[in-house]
């Protein structure tokens, strides 16, 4: 069966002597290796204010509590994510306020977030589904306007960019996910890229119990709690590793991303979706809409392929009973929403049977 995600881990001739170096180095918690990572990861995305975690989850936390978000905040958000995105919220405990998504992408939608602030609002949480990017245009207008921040979640979205620069570039926050099926893995992992030096510092403190690991452990005096959030040597030396084949391994998922846009184009029974001005996706999933899912899904699996929706909508959840409210634009989307694989392991030859199978009909 063709899989819907897969990591990709580098040969082991060239990942292995360099986890074996680190892990029998006497240094395997935070040092060296992950200020390295950092710095070749920041140059990668073109800001070298990232700051690495041991999860993109950790890193939304971290986001959240620089915002400054306190019991009864709200934060508007999506409930078209892995729920992580959403139990953050919950965390430091504000309020998920749902705004309704863009029909022709599944993302949120501006015009529903603006409809949603209130006094109350303190933060909007975006989520770059599946590797597309959100309308950041008018979502930078809103931010201004409302002087409210704009935290991006991208652990979907390595490599994806707006107006040309890469994601993890615009906004006050910005979060990565390294977790095992991301773009690049480190096993476990996160980054969080932030636009000034006082956030980064900030960052630094609250990933380690509010220490500083640039001032002797007898001198430090905290300030504020911190959390264990650091990320380790060994993540970090599986992330330097990766970091050589980062670039092609994303090309592909781009690849075969642009393909599927052409091949399966007036495809009878699917509605392919749009990008957003001025953004180019990564495709970490490729998502369409198909008619009569169930039998898209079976007829995809009895041809070896997997395809699913993936994600169950957040606000099934208990967690956030109080946040309930309609969504018929997500309603409508989300019951012919579809992924199909789109990742470093399609080939030429797989991606052509893909569209193939699909273009016979089901």
């Known amino acids: 069966m063709i899989p819907i995600v897969k990591p990709y881990l580098p040969p082991a001739e060239d990942l292995m002597p360099a986890i074996q170096e680190t892990l029998y180095s006497g240094y395997i918690a935070e040092g060296e290796k992950v200020y390295e990572f950092e710095k070749e990861f920041g140059e990668y995305i073109g800001n070298p204010l990232a700051l690495s975690l041991n999860s993109g989850t950790a890193a939304l936390h971290i986001a959240l509590l620089m915002v400054g978000i306190q019991p009864g905040d709200e934060v508007i958000s999506t409930v078209l994510t892995a729920e992580p995105t959403n139990v953050a919220i919950k965390l430091v405990g504000g309020k998920v306020v749902w ?34 990017v959100c309308d950041m245009d008018e979502f930078n207008k809103i931010s201004e306007e409302f002087n ?3 935290i991006e979640d991208a652990a979907h979205a390595m490599g994806a960019k707006y107006n040309g620069k890469m994601i993890g570039n615009n906004s006050a926050y910005t979060i990565f996910s ?40 007898l001198e430090n ?3 504020f709690p911190g959390y264990k959030y650091h990320m380790n040597n060994v993540n970090a030396t599986i992330g330097l590793i990766q970091m050589k084949y980062v670039r092609d391994i994303i090309g592909k998922y781009i690849s075969n ?8 184009e007036n495809t009878s029974g699917i509605q392919l979706l749009d990008y957003n001005p001025n953004t180019d996706p990564s495709y970490w999933l490729y998502t369409m809409k198909v008619d009569d899912r169930e039998n898209f899904i079976k007829m995809m699996a009895d041809n070896g392929i997997t395809a699913s929706e993936l994600h ?41 049977t893909i569209a193939e199978v699909i273009k016979k009909g089901w």
């Open 257 to 264: 991303g642009k393909f599927f846009d052409t091949a399966l």
């Open 312 to 352: 169950l909508r957040n606000d099934r959840h208990s967690l956030f009973k109080e946040s309930e409210t309609e969504l018929p634009v997500f309603d409508d989307f989300y019951k012919k929403m579809v992924h199909i694989p789109c990742g470093w392991w399609i080939d030429e030859d797989t991606r052509n």
């Open 148 to 150: 409210i921040p704009i």
């Open 221 to 223: 005096d905290i300030k």
């Open 99 to 132: 705004a309704d998504v863009q029909k022709n992408t599944g993302l949120l939608d501006p015009v529903s977030v603006r409809s949603k602030i209130t006094a109350k609002t303190k933060a909007i949480l975006l989520v770059h589904y599946a590797g597309m």
């Open 178 to 217: 390294l977790q095992a099926i991301k773009h690049m893995t480190t096993v476990d992992g996160g980054f969080l890229t932030v636009k000034s030096e006082d956030k980064y510092n900030q960052g630094r403190l609250l990933r380690w119990f509010g220490l500083d690991k640039k001032v002797a452990r």
